[in-house]
T-cell receptor, first 110, second 112 residues
Framework: AQRVTQPEKLLSVFKGAPVELKCNYS??????LFWYVQYSRQRLQLLLR??SRESIKGFTADLNKGETSFHLKKPFAQEEDSAMYYC????????????FGSGTRLQVQP | DTGVSQDPRHKITKRGQNVTFRCDPI?????LYWYRQTLGQGPEFLTY????????KSRLLSDRFSAERPKGSFSTLEIQRTEQGDSAMYLC??????????FGPGTRLTVT
């Protein structure tokens, strides 16, 4: 069965510091990986997906199949980045149901 | 289009009562998903529909849970004989085919 692990429940950094939110997964096939973000009092929304290879709001994530990781990175954190971040995967089938990690709360202090 | 909507936003019920939640997806989205999120956890998949067909149900979806999407538009999730362990945020998401899932605001259920 597929599984997503986010080892940190809370990550606190100062504004301008680099950020790395860790995500590891287990799945025997070829998954599609996502990062979702939930800002305070807002709904869950897609931040980025590995197949698009985009940089959204300065965030990037690279899929490392050897280490089965999909860490989220940003070189300079901003206060508005404070939110709950969830890593998720979906299987390489038509099913598309998402398997989420337990989330990491990012706090960016001024 | 204001996105996926869910009703009610909050529901408090007594143990043993039945509750029903509604989800209105983004128009023209043929896929609709239900997830459940408990405190400190990420959302967990419950079930999904493609048009009006329910294609998969998670093991989390006990016999007390039933979901419908009668005309391939809105969906309802009913929980019969609620238990305290059913207290959670129930999230709905919709997508056009295999594309991005858009989430609703959720319905927070509290079973007393």
């Amino acid at each position: 069965a597929q599984r997503v692990t986010q080892p940190e429940k809370l990550l606190s950094v100062f504004k301008g510091a680099p950020v790395e939110l860790k995500c590891n997964y287990s799945y025997s096939g070829s998954p599609e990986l996502f990062w979702y973000v939930q800002y305070s009092r807002q709904r869950l929304q897609l931040l980025l997906r590995h197949i698009s290879r985009e940089s959204i709001k300065g965030f990037t994530a690279d899929l490392n199949k050897g280490e089965t990781s999909f860490h989220l990175k940003k070189p300079f954190a901003q206060e508005e980045d404070s939110a709950m971040y969830y890593c998720a995967l979906t299987m390489d089938t038509g099913r598309r149901a998402l398997t989420f990690g337990s989330g990491t709360r990012l706090q960016v202090q001024p | 289009d204001t996105g996926v909507s869910q009703d009610p936003r909050h529901k408090i019920t007594k143990r043993g009562q039945n509750v029903t939640f509604r989800c209105d997806p983004i128009s023209e989205h043929n896929r609709l998903y239900w997830y459940r999120q408990t405190l400190g956890q990420g959302p967990e998949f419950l079930t999904y529909f493609q048009n009006e067909a329910q294609l998969e149900k998670s093991r989390l979806l006990s016999d007390r849970f039933s979901a419908e999407r009668p005309k391939g538009s809105f969906s309802t999730l009913e929980i019969q004989r609620t238990e305290q362990g059913d207290s959670a945020m129930y999230l709905c998401a919709s997508s056009r085919g295999l594309r991005e899932q858009y989430f609703g605001p959720g319905t927070r259920l509290t079973v007393t």
